[in-house]
């Protein structure tokens, strides 16, 4: 899944304004892929061509992904879909909105460890079939942060007491910098104590997140690297230190964003245009499925000890210590995330970008 799913994430972001939000292209592409699956003519040559292959579940002690779907009562299933589907949770429709939201709701505040606390539709008298997924990554650090004192003296954020977070001694080869289309963009992975790391995306000053976001995610296949000196936000210096390895400093900030998204409202990205229109695309789901409703809720937070994010994602569907002393010199590099930036949550073993996100409004002091 990770090449499809990850090239549906740069799109996506290729297509954000510069609001802080957040977004799961991993999220949304096992639903698609899934309905491609029992998908047929116009709607199935679109839906594959955005998620050409199935989804591979993630074998991760940080990352679950549940998935479940919910058909009203009496609508006829088709064979395929009644016994192909494994492992998720199949429930019914009663028709009662007041009944059957809550119900949904309390699911996602289950699988999401109460991080978004209901399902991104709404369920409608009319609705025959809802079909969702939870993403969950919770991570611990290898190397904790520091709470700092942090308030910009230039930028967006100037004179802004933020809840700055610190960390010194880094191995400086945690920093690159990639040449991007969009610029040098100053890129830290911050790494997990399991198997998913969160890399920080600083670009140059003024480059919005349409362009950052998916420099950064091609970065991750194809690194063109240029002196750190010459990233943004980077410095170098020599300090005194107990040897003479050289060292990297970081100084950033704790966030938390959310991110609703309607994704109707990009149906060509997602390859809903065909399926949001009446008509029969999906016989072996059952007859005269469309899509009536799709979209995507989640949540990211960035702390001194982790990070924790969830996107929910639904498809509605209509029928019809102190340090030691200082004793020689060492060179120390220095990165100080100060103004907007990006955010990737990536599992290390396959690549797979879990969570993206752009941060303009930090966790104040």
């Known amino acids: 899944m990770s090449p499809s799913a990850n090239a549906l994430t740069a799109r996506w972001a290729a297509r954000l304004d510069d609001r802080q939000t957040v977004l799961s292209g991993a999220g949304v592409y096992p639903l698609l892929a899934l309905l491609a699956r029992y998908a047929t003519g116009p709607a199935r040559d679109e839906l594959h061509a955005v998620a050409p292959t199935p989804a591979t579940p993630v074998d991760s002690p940080t990352t679950r992904l549940a998935t479940g779907f919910w058909s009203r009562a009496g609508l006829p299933l088709g064979r395929r ?33 109460d991080l978004i606390d209901r399902l991104p539709i709404q369920v409608r008298p009319g609705t025959a079939l809802v079909l969702a997924n939870a993403l969950t990554v919770l991570v611990d650090w290898a190397t904790p942060f520091r709470p700092a004192h942090c308030q910009p003296t230039t930028g967006p954020w100037q004179g802004r007491p933020l809840a700055g977070l610190h960390r ?40 919005p997140a349409a362009r950052v976001l998916p420099a950064a995610l091609a970065a991750l296949d194809h690194p063109a690297t240029l002196p750190a000196p010459a990233g ?24 938390t964003v959310t991110g609703d998204h309607d994704l ?14 009446d008509g029969d695309h999906f016989p ?25 994010a969830a996107a929910v994602t639904a498809i509605g569907m209509r029928a019809g210590s102190a340090p030691p002393r200082a004793t020689v010199r060492r060179r120390r590099i220095r990165l100080d995330v100060d103004r907007p930036f990006g955010f990737l949550a990536v599992h290390r073993p396959t690549g797979l970008v879990l969570i993206a996100g752009w941060v303009t409004d930090p966790t104040g002091a």
């Open 264 to 277: 109707l409202d990009h149906a060509d990205l997602f390859g809903l245009v065909a399926a949001g229109r």
């Open 232 to 255: 943004p936000g980077v410095t170098e210096d020599t300090v005194e230190g107990y040897d003479d390895r050289p060292e990297l400093l970081v100084r950033t900030v704790g966030f």
């Open 168 to 207: 010194a001694g880094g191995d400086p080869a945690a920093l690159r910098v990639a040449d991007t289309p969009a610029g040098p963009i100053s890129l830290l992975t911050v790494t997990g104590d399991a198997d998913v790391d969160v890399l920080l995306a600083l670009g140059p000053a003024g480059q």
């Open 284 to 308: 072996d789901i059952s007859p005269q499925l469309s899509v009536s409703d799709a979209r995507q809720s989640a949540r990211a937070e960035f702390t001194a000890t982790g990070f924790r």
């Open 81 to 113: 879909w009644r016994t192909e589907l494994d492992n998720t949770t199949r429930g019914e429709l009663t028709g009662d909105p007041t009944v059957d939201q809550p119900r949904l709701d309390q699911w996602v505040r289950e699988q999401t460890d």
